[in-house]
């Protein structure tokens, strides 16, 4: 993931602003991006996110919508 600053809009409408770490699956082995937020690590399920942009300009991609 390149450890791009991250903005994750989620299906919910909440918005998380992070450092992208890593992707892996879960115990329930669901696929999820791992994330740093303020300090803490966290995973958050894929499925959950409506779009993904990245706060930095980059090769690879500057946003990604998720259906």
Known sequence: M???PIK?????????EC???DTHYNAAREECIKVNVGGTDSEV???KIS???VG???PHFKQVCFS
Do not use: H, P, R, S
């Open 51 to 53: 779009k993904l942009e």
């Open 2 to 4: 390149y450890q791009y």
């Open 56 to 58: 930095i300009e980059n």
């Open 45 to 47: 399920i894929i499925d």
């Open 19 to 21: 450092t992208a770490l």
């Open 8 to 16: 994750l809009t989620m299906k919910t409408g909440e918005v998380i």
